[in-house]
């Protein structure tokens, strides 16, 4: 046992109670895919009177149904959920401006089920639109024979060297959630998958679930990652520096797997302050060789190109919502002077290969490269 664990565990049983666990009541509690990493055997015990910290696992009851009425197992089944559930979850805080504002609480009082893919903070905002939050109660934190409390980073990946450079990048942002990021990356790999490219895909920020995580499988790629791989239930509130550990290391590891090409998704918008601190990066700059542009309206999509070029990266095009409008689209290639690709083009290998080389030419402009400006 290290002694960093040994402290913790002779400082969990001096200062707060410990209560051992039932591994019948373990194995009844839902459990939630952002947990998926840690062993079963490990969730021992029960710690109380300790204020959580952002990655601990807890055991909740659940209170009162709100906006999720589902929890997101670990192998990805979405469980129904009753009052009364016991479920296994990681606290964690919350940026979804379509859905909620939360913060990690600094105590086990009650708090809200934040994502569907098991997350426990408490609710600051929401969304007009959105019921409220599922109400939950802690029952303690999870912690293993011997008090140590169980962090999802305890868990995350073991660090290797890399990315080699060996792979193209692109990354997929939008103007904000619910741009038809997922869809425009999921399409993208299946185009690429289907000009027979080895492409591996990841999330770099965001909240833990497993929708998106399994929508990238689907659409073919040898390898889908996210942030929960490297023992972050969320990317809110992590610093630069974190978050370049995070885009290298999926990077990496996407390049082991054998990936060509990797298609990372930035969650939210330009303007949530994860996503915006690392389109900002030089490592992101040197590292992502380009990057797809999602957007609901073209003047979205032209404020975007804009300020993605003002730092120094190449936007080898546009998607997104948008593109459901063909007179949005008409007006985003005349103002952006960028291909402007459909669903349908994106699952094109004929288009997907040449746009994430940069090579696909616009129907107006020309190259994309062209408009790529410097880095000040």
């Known amino acids: ?8 565990a002779l400082r969990a049983r001096a200062d707060h109670s410990l209560e051992d666990l039932d591994p019948a009541r373990v194995q009844r509690a839902k459990r939630a895919f952002v947990t998926r990493r840690v062993p079963g055997w490990r ?14 696992l807890v055991l909740a009851r659940v209170e009162r149904l709100g906006q999720h009425t589902g929890l997101q197992l670990v192998d990805g089944r979405r469980a129904k959920l009753f009052v009364g559930d016991e479920i296994i979850v990681a606290y964690g805080a919350r940026y979804a401006p379509n859905q909620f504002e939360s913060a990690l609480p600094d105590d086990l009082e009650p708090c809200h089920l934040v994502a569907a893919g098991g997350m426990a903070s408490r609710v600051l905002s929401k969304h007009r639109r959105i019921k409220r939050p599922t109400q939950i109660t802690p029952l303690g934190l999870l912690a293993d024979s011997n008090g140590v409390v169980i962090n999802l980073a305890d868990h995350a990946l073991p660090r290797i060297d890399g990315p080699t450079g060996a792979a193209t990048v692109i990354a997929v942002a939008g103007t904000a959630m619910d741009a038809g990021k ?3 990356a999921a399409d993208l790999i ?8 080895q492409v591996g895909a990841a999330k770099v920020t965001g909240t833990g679930a497993c929708g998106d995580f399994f929508h990238l499988r689907d659409a073919g790629a040898i390898e889908v990652l996210d942030f929960t791989d490297l023992g972050h239930g969320s990317t809110c509130g992590l610093g630069l520096p974190v978050l370049e550990a995070i885009t290298l290391q999926l990077i990496a590891r996407l390049e082991q797997a054998g990936a060509e090409t990797i298609v990372l998704e930035l969650a939210d918008g330009l303007l949530q302050a994860e996503t915006r601190a690392l389109i900002g990066s030089d490592v992101f700059a040197e590292r992502v060789d380009r990057v797809l542009f999602c ?3 073209a003047i979205g999509a032209v404020s975007g190109v804009d300020w993605l070029e003002q730092e120094g990266l190449e936007v080898c095009g546009i998607a997104g919502s948008l593109t459901a409008a063909p007179l949005a689209v008409r007006e ?8 402007v690709l459909t669903r349908a083009q994106l699952n094109d290998p004929d288009i997907a290969e040449p746009l994430a080389d940069g090579r696909l030419v616009s129907p107006v402009s020309g190259p994309s490269a062209t408009r790529r400006v410097a880095r000040q």
Not at 43 to 56: C, E, I, K, Q, T
């Open 1 to 8: 046992m290290e002694l960093i664990e040994l402290t913790e």
């Open 43 to 56: 969730l021992a015990a029960m710690v109380h009177g300790r204020s959580p910290r952002s990655g601990d």
């Open 182 to 184: 997922t869809t425009a």
């Open 190 to 197: 299946n185009g690429l998958v289907r000009a027979g490219r």
């Open 295 to 297: 957007a609901p309206d």
């Open 332 to 339: 985003a290639v005349s103002a952006s002077r960028l291909p």
